[in-house]
């Protein structure tokens, strides 16, 4: 819970590891450049005084992760988002079971989400089965550019991706996070290209699919996707710490986000620990647009619309129980774009 | 005597087809070097795990840039940094092809549809710009939906405009309308406000991942500054 100018605000962190990337659990090559990449996007956007020395991002403590989200970073649910990354790291970057771990000591503090992998076919499905029925996921994180024997990334829209789509709609796991990368097959194709969630989310209108990284660097993609699909949700796991760094492109971002898809289907995340929830929700609950033109056809952000944002949202989505106090104060903005009466115009 | 200049010039011409902005602006060429007819570029790139095939298109589109300058008769293009820089790079300067160098990983014609949908795109940003300060201006939508190229007064954003609309191969004589869709329709006076909202999101994306892609740069690289690489805008507009 954030409290400021006598504002409540609930928070939900919607993306949070608890990673092992030190060098003994590095595989390769491949696994080195991964983290490599992931530090230079901390040291990038974070305000000096957060910054980490490469050693400690490698492999943080539970200790560190326990008081950066709750003690100091105003957390009060945060969820772990598994990315497995075998072929990368030995055993795996984090996992379901390594993020269990925090789970089962901090039960009412994380909400663990779970994993599939569509190209193990049939073995895939039972292997799925098995573990939803260990840790009682609702919610999953899919990474389409994971690395697999041969294959360099894979589609939402794909047959086993289908069949295990199918097979969450029959366990109750309603959330899909989706996260796009950079490499898929074929390769030759835009990688980052959406349009397979698309798809799937109009397949499965009873799943709810939350694109992570609100679909950055394909934003424009993921904006109109939102205006035809009601179910598809925009996860702000990386969009957030360019409010410190290049606040007037987070401006931009949060104000096309809010414009198309509304101030219910987004959801607030840190990426922990690439950045730490203290110093984002400081700087959202301040956050206004800059005074310019740029920034005319964009509707204020109030409170409301801050507390939506910051919790409420993802509460709604996992059935978390928030506190009469930090509900919301006043009724519904209708912000956003009416995705009952979508676009008429072809793009 | 092959001159860095001409060298530069040419590499100017190169896009990061994302980005939509010059290789040498945005600061990815790190070392040029020149020995007769000989010349030798190093390129680099904001992550290890950038996209291959935007990669691999930039490196292929240099490679052809300096061997368009008279008098260049060897050029050889190295990508740093990368995890697939010893696909990219053989494929590239053997001439493999992206198919040749990724082989049983594509499908379909080699890049050219991806080079497609990104030229799209970076034309509909550039529109999208010029009709902002039209509007800034006090011009209203209905206006700019009935207006010509020819009635454009000339600008650097204006030519920028231009260049995007040929390559997609439309038309930009000086009574083809201002406002057009990537296949070149005329946008109705009804749908124009819509299409330019479509328009600002992909701008603000293109821009934006720009922003980032550059920092994640100076970061990775201490801040080296490229070869024939510009001071940031905020410099230049400060």
Redesign the interface.
């Known amino acids: 819970m954030y409290e400021k100018d006598g504002e409540k605000y609930f928070v939900v962190d919607g993306h949070v590891h608890y990673w092992d990337a030190s060098p003994e659990n590095t595989t390769n090559k491949y696994g080195e450049g991964f983290i490599r990449c992931f530090y230079d996007y901390h040291k990038n956007l974070s305000p000096e005084e957060y910054l980490w020395s490469l050693d400690k991002y490698r492999k943080y403590s539970e200790e560190d992760m326990m008081h950066d989200l709750f003690e100091i970073g105003y957390v009060d649910v945060a969820i772990f988002q598994s990315t497995y990354l075998k072929d990368f790291y030995n055993d795996g970057f984090n996992t379901t079971a390594r993020n269990a771990i925090l789970k089962e000591k901090y039960p009412d503090k994380f909400i663990l989400n779970g994993q599939f992998e569509p190209r193990l076919g049939e073995a895939g499905l039972e292997e799925f089965e098995r573990k939803h029925e260990k840790y009682g996921f609702t919610g999953i994180k899919l990474y389409t550019a994971e690395w697999h024997e041969d294959s360099k990334g894979w589609k939402l829209d794909d047959y086993w991706s289908i069949k295990h789509l199918e097979k969450c709609v029959e366990l109750g796991v309603k959330n899909i996070h989706v996260h796009k990368g950079p490499t898929i097959w074929p390769l030759n194709r835009d990688s980052f290209d959406v349009a397979d969630v698309d798809e799937a989310a109009s397949s499965f209108p009873e799943l709810n699919f939350i694109v992570e990284h609100v679909g950055l660097p394909r934003l424009e993609d993921f904006c109109w996707i939102g205006t035809q699909e009601p179910n598809v949700y925009g996860g702000l796991a990386v969009a957030m710490p360019f409010i410190y760094a290049k606040p007037r492109y987070f401006a931009q971002v949060i104000g096309e986000l809010l414009y198309w898809l509304g101030e219910d289907r987004i959801l607030f995340a840190s990426d922990y620990a690439i950045w730490q929830p203290k110093w984002l929700v400081e700087m959202f609950v301040d956050f206004e647009y800059p005074e310019d033109a740029e920034f005319d056809d964009y509707a204020e952000i109030t409170p409301d619309i801050k507390r939506k944002i910051l919790g409420l949202n993802a509460a709604k989505l996992y059935d978390i129980e928030v506190p009469e106090e930090l509900q919301l104060v006043t009724a519904d903005q209708g912000t956003g774009f009416d995705v009952e009466e979508k676009p008429a115009t072809d793009r | 005597m092959i001159e860095r200049d001409k060298i530069l010039g040419a590499l100017s011409g190169v896009r990061d087809p ?1 980005l939509d902005e010059p290789v040498t602006d945005l600061g990815f060429v790190s070392h040029l070097e020149i020995e007769g007819d000989d010349v030798s570029i190093r390129l680099r790139l ?8 935007f990669a691999y298109l930039m490196v292929a589109d240099a490679r052809e840039a300096v061997l368009s300058v008279p008098g260049v008769r060897r050029a050889r293009v190295v990508l740093d940094d990368h ?1 697939a820089s010893g696909e990219i790079n053989g494929g590239v300067n053997e001439e493999h092809g ?2 040749g160098a ?1 082989s ?5 014609p ?2 050219e ?2 080079r497609t ?1 990104f030229r799209r ?1 970076s034309f509909v940003s550039r529109q999208e710009q010029l009709c902002r300060a039209l509007l ?1 201006e006090g011009r209203s939508p209905l206006e700019l939906a009935a207006m010509r190229l020819g009635e454009m007064p000339p600008s650097q954003d204006l030519d920028k405009y231009l260049e995007r609309r040929r390559e997609l191969g439309l038309d930009v004589s000086e009574s083809a309308p201002l406002v057009v869709d990537p296949d070149g329709n005329r946008v109705p006076e009804d ?1 124009v406000v ?2 330019l ?2 328009a ?3 701008r ?2 293109i ?3 720009a ?2 892609c550059r ?2 740069l ?3 690289y201490g801040g080296e500054r490229g070869v024939g690489e510009r001071p940031e805008r905020e410099e230049v507009t400060a």
């Open positions: 994302e904001p992550t290890y795990f950038c996209a291959p095939n995890y992206f198919d990724f049983g990983e594509t499908e379909g080699d890049l549809g991806l949908i795109k800034a749908a819509q299409h909202r479509f600002k999101t992909l603000v994306s821009e934006g991942n922003e980032l920092g994640l100076e970061t990775r």
